[in-house]
């Protein structure tokens, strides 16, 4: 019998209330291994190439390097991980950048609990590895 192992995750925000709640959240979804967290756009960087996370949750707006920039570059790694966007913004345009950015998802902050879960199911689903590319912002 074939054990799934979890998909590790980088979780990436500067706002300290949102990394403990969605640190605690994250801990209680099943299939998923919370291995670092970032608080700044260059820190994700480092934490991607060193950690190799099969998905980067990453905030949009932070100081310095935003979300959407490293998400960019991110994405340029050698088996770059799945990315899903989180921001507190309710404009569509913030979806069409992540999308530009090469983000996998985009999800409001208030929806993190409800949709991740739907989300995670579409771009990893049963039986694949994290590197195949499968659903998303398509």
């Known amino acids: 019998m074939r054990t799934i192992k979890p998909k590790r995750v980088l979780l990436v925000d500067d706002n300290q209330d949102f990394l403990k709640a969605a640190k605690r959240f994250l801990r209680a979804v099943p299939g998923l291994e919370l291995v670092g967290e970032a608080t700044s756009g260059e820190q994700a960087l480092e934490l991607s190439a060193a950690l190799h996370p099969d998905l980067v949750l990453m905030d949009v ?74 659903g998303g912002l398509d």
């Open 61 to 134: 707006a932070m100081p310095g390097m935003n979300g959407l920039v490293a998400t960019l570059r991110i994405k340029q790694q050698p088996n770059a991980p799945k990315v899903i966007m989180l921001t507190l913004h309710t404009h569509s345009a913030f979806g069409a950048l992540a999308k530009e950015a090469g983000a996998d998802g985009f999800l409001q902050k208030e929806d993190l609990v409800v949709e991740l879960p739907r989300l995670l199911a579409s771009l990893f689903p049963a039986g694949t590895s994290p590197g195949e590319k499968q």
